[in-house]
Nanobody, 122 residues
Framework: QVELVESGGGLVQAGGSLRLSCAASGRTLSMSSMDWFLQAPGKEREFVAGLSRVGDILYRDSVKGRFTISGDNGMNTVYLQMSRLQPEDTAVYYC????????????????WGQGTQVTVSS
């Protein structure tokens, strides 16, 4: 079992920055990769950025050049540095973990965090 705990959300003005953290505990060696998702009010949860244990990185188009995903050794903590935030980035941000590269590609999430709210004011 893996537990994911997000932190770092909050209220920021447009153009500002936030750094989200996702701390993993438990059987973290079983994790192959970790992602960040967002869910805006009334919308489906959407992929934002992903990081594999071997260093593969993925971003959704709308955050390329503004967000950076990174992790410490062993992927015990994964970060999402968000810059030049816009009101449309407002959402609950969730951390997700996978236990195989196939699941990562297919976005079959094995573990979810509880989410952290990010609100960007105009």
């Amino acid at each position: 079992q893996v537990e994911l705990v997000e932190s770092g959300g909050g209220l920021v003005q447009a153009g500002g920055s936030l750094r989200l953290s996702c701390a993993a505990s438990g059987r973290t060696l079983s994790m192959s990769s970790m992602d960040w998702f967002l869910q805006a009010p009334g919308k489906e949860r959407e992929f934002v950025a992903g990081l594999s244990r071997v260093g593969d990185i993925l971003y959704r188009d709308s955050v390329k050049g503004r967000f950076t995903i990174s992790g410490d050794n062993g992927m015990n903590t994964v970060y999402l540095q968000m810059s030049r935030l816009q009101p449309e980035d407002t959402a609950v941000y969730y951390c997700a973990a996978y236990e195989s590269s196939t699941d990562w590609v297919l976005k079959r999430v094995r573990y979810w965090g509880q989410g952290t709210q990010v609100t960007v004011s105009s």
